[in-house]
């Protein structure tokens, strides 16, 4: 697991552009906006996945959480997660919240056997208005 500077960027959105569809990924500059800001952590699973959480105070969020398509069905998600939840337990963090769409139900199921349940709801959220579910897990937990 590599931890993701800006330098990194470039790697994060070929990632990321290889896991969602053209009109949902972020670019190079967005990632390195991101890398660069207080409080946001990356890692980067070499198998081609990848974590961005932001934390502040004792609460931490997923950013984003990707894997590329060809390497789905491997564990590399749930390798991502779990760093991820470890690096905010590490920082600090009591809590952690994200947000899914509705209709993704492999992140939904990877999420759901991590522990994490729902805690709120944001209608028509994503541009194909679907709602995205916010879902929390405590920290250890």
Same mark, same amino acid.
Do not use: K
């Given at each position: 697991?590599?931890?993701?500077? *800006? ?12 896991? /969602? ?9 967005? /990632?390195?906006? !991101? !890398?660069? +800001?207080? @409080? ?7 198998? @081609? ?8 105070? &004792? ?18 998600? *749930?390798?991502? !997660? ?14 952690? /919240? ?6 993704? +139900?492999?992140?939904?199921?990877? #999420?759901?056997?991590?522990? /994490? ?7 028509? #959220? #994503? +541009?194909?208005?679907? &709602? ?10």
């Amino acid at each position: 697991m590599i931890t993701a500077s *800006r330098a990194h960027a470039a790697a994060c959105a070929a990632i990321h552009a290889a896991a /969602f569809p053209p009109d949902e990924t972020w670019g190079e500059g967005a /990632f390195a906006e !991101l !890398l660069a +800001a207080p @409080g946001v952590h990356g890692l980067i699973d070499e198998a @081609g996945g990848l974590v961005l959480m932001r934390q502040a105070a &004792d609460e931490a969020e997923i950013l984003t959480l990707a894997t590329m398509a060809d390497a789905r069905r491997r564990g590399i998600g *749930r390798r991502v !997660l779990t760093a991820g939840l470890d690096w905010a337990a590490a920082a600090g963090a009591l809590r952690v /919240f994200l947000e899914v769409s509705e209709a993704n +139900a492999p992140a939904r199921a990877l #999420y759901q056997a991590a522990g /994490f349940t729902l805690c709120g709801r944001r209608r028509r #959220y #994503y +541009a194909d208005g679907s &709602d995205a579910l916010v879902l929390q897990i405590t920290c250890g937990g």
